[in-house]
């Protein structure tokens, strides 16, 4: 085992696991931040993805040897303590979810498109949230979402 010390929503998280281990399953089994998502295990459909240093990536694929030198990792919980962020608060405005597996990593993404562009055309957010896979098919609700929390941020 190795130990690591990771930021995660800004608290340090001491951990002791095999190199190589999946960030995601540190993240889900070994701190119980469950709100990032298994979806595929390769990259694929974004159910698990995080901000790391405030870039959007996949959790299912980074070995957690790679983030225990300070970068900031962010997932759904750090958001917001109440879910009050303005995405969150537009996600539930829009009523986006269906099932609501994927919306974890569907928000994490979103939330990176407004922080880099906040008034994103229809184009824009599509191309962004290309990468997030909806398996119930809301693509329609969560980009009005998105151009709800862009109107109200």
């Known amino acids: 085992m190795?130990?690591?010390?990771?930021?995660?929503?800004?608290?340090?998280?001491?951990?002791?696991?095999?190199?190589?281990?999946?960030?995601?399953?540190v993240i889900r089994e070994h701190l119980g931040?469950?709100?990032t998502k298994y979806g595929c295990g390769i990259a694929q459909c974004g159910a698990c993805t995080i901000h790391v240093d405030g870039n959007p990536m996949k959790a299912c694929?980074?070995?957690?040897n790679?983030?225990?030198n300070g970068e900031k990792i962010t997932t759904i919980e750090g958001?917001?303590?109440?879910?009050?962020?303005?995405?969150?608060k537009a996600w539930?405005?829009?009523?986006?979810?269906?099932?609501?597996?994927?919306?974890?990593?569907?928000?994490?993404?979103a939330v990176n498109l407004l922080e880099n562009n906040p008034n994103p055309s229809r184009e824009e957010i599509k191309e962004h949230?290309?990468?997030?896979?909806?398996?119930?098919?809301?693509?329609?609700?969560?980009i009005k979402a998105i151009e709800l929390a862009a109107q109200n941020k």
């Open 129 to 142: 949230m290309n990468g997030n896979l909806c398996r119930c098919g809301t693509y329609l609700r969560i």
């Open 79 to 88: 958001l917001s303590e109440n879910g009050d962020h303005p995405v969150q």
């Open 33 to 35: 931040l469950t709100g």
């Open 92 to 109: 539930i405005e829009a009523q986006a979810p269906q099932c609501g597996y994927c919306h974890s990593g569907q928000i994490m993404q």
């Open 2 to 25: 190795a130990s690591y010390t990771l930021d995660i929503n800004n608290q340090k998280y001491p951990v002791e696991v095999e190199e190589g281990t999946s960030l995601l399953w």
């Open 61 to 64: 694929v980074l070995p957690v």
């Open 66 to 68: 790679n983030f225990a």
